[in-house]
């Protein structure tokens, strides 16, 4: 990709950059050439391999993130792998005098491979490939924290977040350091989290995560006080919040990003959502770079960067690298691989029915989706059929009721759904794959007016009676509702919310009424606050959500992708109209131009929207 120059820069137009690229790439070459060996008086060259968001993908993922069948192989429509990884990886650094291997966290969750191991094969990989340093990730915490330290407590490399209270829990400290300062290099890495991880995982009450600008700016005067001129922050916050704490500290030279499984590159890519690296202005007016690389081990992030003697990256030369399958397996580790994955293979290969079609994650959190809209339908239909004998009450309110209530509408997170699904067989690994948390189905009595004040929460994302944001949005079933996103905290996003009676006839939400959901426990207990924690009678308890999904392919055998306008957003006139009232965009310097005409709002519309996105 792009190589700059970036020591004094003056503004130009467009059409003067255009003209000056060449002459700015021959410049930037030649530094990166003449200080290839010079670090002893003060520059250095250093080569960044980075990854994120693997989520546990150890095999080869064709381009929904579920595991190839033979027509992707042949096709070419397979990426990543563990033991392609550690090929690539190693001609990465081949050659390369200075290089650090980096990971954006989120290796955890996702397949039948963490669901087997819980993370310790994980953690063998990466020790097996290399990984100089990681950071920690939302999905780590999934199964808890003891979970988490028995991973962290394998690994060969440190972990680090800057932005985590782990006082409260002894067993964690020692695992875990703001920062890590490769002395041969004088170059500093601090690690730091979403602050929204409590809200979409399983941390718990004894971990806390702080604002990641605060906590980045406190180490970074601290390096600098012990000397450290290079520092680096290792995130798992995503593409725009990193662009904002890019843009709101001094002292950062690069952003290795995660979370928001961000392609950063080549503009003709379908998945691109920005340039690599993307180049934003911090309160000094110098240059904090930004990279990322997508999801399930697709790409490798492999960026190339010359620091002068004041600390400050003054070149760059890079690209994310994807990994085909023209990339050779590294033999030991493939086998280790296959021996893992022959221990469950026979069950998972279980064929349960076939695709018609592909489903697609695409449209899932901002509308209805053809995969949402299939398992929420497939959840309520498993909860109307199902009769009292088959469920349990939840403990703490039990039912003495003995006639199931009639379910009237199912809700679900998008961020529950974790991939696509492929035309052809559809098999337990499918099905594990799409919903690998393990969520139990609750149904429960909810008040109209909950229903419509967490249905303008997931609108506009965030509650107006704690504040707190939305991080994921929602698919259902038995409802249809059209909202306007834009409307934020006036109440007025719902433009209408309608749920299907027993005779099919829609009506609208009745705020007095009491109606039936149908949803899952990480929702209910609060879970990206879509609703509140309550203390609830008359909940039902089913059971697990994967265990729905593999049930209803079974029953019907064919499964086929559907999309019927059962949301609907109507905020681009609204836009509209607030931009011809005169509202001002306000946008960091250096924020990609197309991201500037799909968020006109400008920043607050932006973070708001990765941040309700989150789960």
Known sequence: MSVMNA?????????RLACLIPLVLVAATAVLQQTSAQTDNGWL?????????????MDPANNLGVAC??????????????????????????????SLVLDGGDEFQGTLFYTYYKGNVTADVMNEIGYDLSTIGNHEWDDGPSVAARYWEKLKMPVVCANIDLSKNPELTHLVKPYHIFENLGVAVIGYITPLAGDISNSGPTVSFTDPIVAVQKYIDELQGKGIKRILALSHNGYAPDMELAAKTRGLDLIVGGHSHSYLGDPKNPLYQGPYPTVIKNLDGENTLIVQAYCWGRYIGNLDVSFNPEGKIVAWNGAPVQVENSIASDPALLQKVDGWRHEFQQWAGTVLGQAAGDFDLTNCRTRDCAIGNMISDATLQYVRNSNLASTTTTTATPSRNPKKPWADVAIINSGGIRAGISKGNFTVENAVTILPFGSVVLQTPMKGQELLTSLEAVAVGRRVDNGKTVTSFIQVSGMRFVYDPSQNATGKAIIKAEIQDKNKKWRKISPAKTYSVVTNDFMLNGGDNVFLKLNRTGTIQYVKHETILMDYVKKVKVIKPYVNGRIRNAATPALVARQDAGYEEKWFQGVPEHLKSIYPLGNEQLLEEYRRLQG
């Open 45 to 57: 060259n250093l080569t960044v391999i980075h990854t994120n968001d693997i989520h546990a993908r």
């Open 7 to 15: 020591t004094k820069r003056s503004k130009h137009s467009i059409g």
């Open 69 to 98: 069948t033979e027509a992707d192989i042949a096709q070419g429509n397979c990426y990543g792998g563990a033991a392609r990884h550690k090929t690539l990886i190693q001609q990465l650094r081949k050659g390369k005098q200075n």
